[in-house]
Nanobody, 127 residues
Framework: QLHLVESGGGLVQPGGSLRLSCAVSGFAVHYYAIGWFRQAPGKEREGIACISSNENNTNYAESVKGRFTVSRDNAANAVYLQMNSLKPDDTAVYYC????????????????????WGQGTQVTVSS
């Protein structure tokens, strides 16, 4: 079984920053596209960012573009999501996901496109 474990969530004030990590095991992270998703209570799971396998091309939802940055550390076998200028509507459970089926040049931010998921980490943005 492949494993993904998110960490780094917590409570932050509006305008603040958090860095989420996605530690992976059971596969080499460079071979997989990694997506970041979030889900607030009562809402559909939303794709927010992804990084493609090997070539590290990224894709962002309009809701986070310019504020969030996804990156990969192959040596650490991990992917990170740097979140800046956080807003209250960023409050959600954040998930990382992985799939090896996509070309190295791109990745989708569609939840149904990914096979493997972490357990999620809560991010709360509040004063």
């Amino acid at each position: 079984q492949l494993h993904l474990v998110e960490s780094g969530g917590g409570l932050v004030q509006p305008g603040g920053s958090l860095r989420l990590s996605c530690a992976v095991s059971g596969f080499a992270v460079h071979y997989y596209a990694i997506g970041w998703f979030r889900q607030a209570p009562g809402k559909e799971r939303e794709g927010i960012a992804c990084i493609s396998s090997n070539e590290n091309n990224t894709n962002y939802a309009e809701s986070v573009k310019g504020r969030f940055t996804v990156s990969r550390d192959n040596a650490a076998n991990a992917v990170y999501l740097q979140m800046n200028s956080l807003k209250p509507d960023d409050t959600a459970v954040y998930y990382c996901s992985a799939d090896h089926r996509f070309p190295s040049t791109w990745c989708p931010i569609i939840p149904g496109g990914y096979d493997y998921w972490g357990q999620g980490t809560q991010v709360t943005v509040s004063s």
